[in-house]
């Protein structure tokens, strides 16, 4: 039963058994939103993901001493699982807001609610249903996340006590996280500092720094560690985002699995853009600066557009200043890891991640 | 201290000291966030509201034998208090489904954040920036509702455990209860079944069952005084409802702060329609069906329309049958009130309650 080396499935165990043991009670309540709400956010969780913040909570639960089996280790990867939940809550909403079409390469929960309005024919808006049964998914997911962390850890009230910070930290950061990417759209924010801050919130704490923490606090570590760990994972989370605005505009989509450009034309203000503008202004190229700045936000660029401005923020030296910062936060993870008393398998584990998380490429 | 006299003002207490605490940590995470959202949200929490959840949480702790004093007492209202932030959630997104404009006399969060961008003169669509960042609002509403749910009862482990599956089931019967009124109003359900199971759901489990059920859970009351409430919660909470669909056609504007006919403009589907219709179609009265089936999520009605709908649903003994049910749910909650073995100082407020629940006229 050691975990360290199936953790994919392991994840996926613990949320089928927890929403197994849910299908009942909801078919109970009502038998049409058990088979279209229920059923889609079950399949949503169960069928796709890469789990990673449970995957780096289990890590934080292994690099403050929790031990690779048993009942506690049971536990503790049953509470970081509910972790999934909390993301497909983050993504049923965040496609609802972007009006994205597409979630893991399939129709997102909104399109696919649309549609059995208008297979139905139902009265009123499609659209406005899909969105408003979608948010009501996403409702679903997070009130379920906590149900299953705190069940989770029912037979260890302390360390529940413990992971109570982080675990509500995680939650509020999220929040704001993507409230800030939100209002730096609406307000094309050119400011570098402003980029930094969203994805220190929205994917370095949610999605590296607080799992790590969480399972830190699981295990009972002490400070040094959970301190290291929290280093590692702001600088790691931040990479990570940063690599995904390169794959935007310089990915293989074959790779990536998405379309090029995907962020450019929703508007997303990326570290990449902001040093771009700041260097076309700096060299008074009046019309790289026009060029970017009609770009983002565009949904009708085309492919060609979006090589256009690849091209250019590679000319103006934006994209090597992303990379060299890529570097420096590798630098700065690994550091951390090396500092801090953190047990060595996991130590290994988190490096190899980080190495990963900076030079993937999809 | 008692609290029994002034339980209004004790609540809007705890949320105050909540929402203090909370003021410093979110200002360090974001200072446009903490005035945009954060001070947003803290207005609509402390400035409005009736506190029936709470209040109904506080009877029931007092029905379970829970004392009106002491330290405990006090724990159990903050836990309760918890309950208006679930409320902000619940408002603040049902108003970004309904479009609604208005709020407790004010404009709805929606609406205000829209306001920002237009007055800020922001890139992109006023409408969906602060449609987007209500639901946002709405969100840290929910994820603080059970941090200061939880925090409040640290010094009450026992109770805590005890009171996580009526928090749990109110917050999927919420949601599920949610789709079910979206859902009916989607496929123009006339069925009498849907808006009794939609006003189960979404107003007497979500509002007064299980708040009650909450409190005595936490004073740890037996089995058979939380029976007693729960049927109380049932019968009460439906009458609320109906009441207040009566209210929508039959109340008057001074009175309920509304404009007459706001349900029947956003196509809700309740119990006095479905009786209505059912009526008509019995008696072959098809202009009659025509008229209630065109005016049912007619934005356009004048309010002369509305009193047109109004008088047939009352010629067609609609409204008759249902301030009959409302006779009989009255008569049912207060049976369940003296039954069960619950505390006599608690029974005569619930009866009370249960009056003005029904015979309420805003």
Redesign the interface.
Known sequence: MHRDHRLHEAITGHLEEFLDRRSA??TG??T??AA??FGRLAGFVLDGGKRIRPIFAWWGWRAGGGTDDGPEATAALRAASALELVQAFALF?DD??DRSAVRRGRPAAHVEFAND?RS?G???DPV??G???A??AA??A???A??MF?GAL?SM?DAR?RA?EPW?AM???M??G???D??S????DEAESTPL?VNR?KTAAYSVERPLHLGAALAGAGEEVVAGLRRYGKAIGCAYQLRDDLLDLYGRPAQTGKAVGGDLRE?KRTLLLAVGLRRARERGEHGAVETLNSAI?SPGLTDGDVRVVAELLAALGAREAVEQRLDRLLEEGTRSLTEAPIAPAAREELRRRAHEAVSRSN
Chains 1, 2 share one sequence.
């Not at 759209?185 to 094309?188: G, I, L, T, V, W």
């Open positions: 009670s909801v309540l009502d049409d939103f279209e709400v909403q609802v807001m309005h139905g139902w009265f009123g406005r249903y969105e408003s049964a948010l009501l409702d679903l997070l009130v379920w906590d149900d705190t029912r009230p006590e109570r509500r939650h509020t950061e929040v704001v993507q409230f800030l939100l209002r759209q609406a307000r094309s801050r919130l508007g936000g």
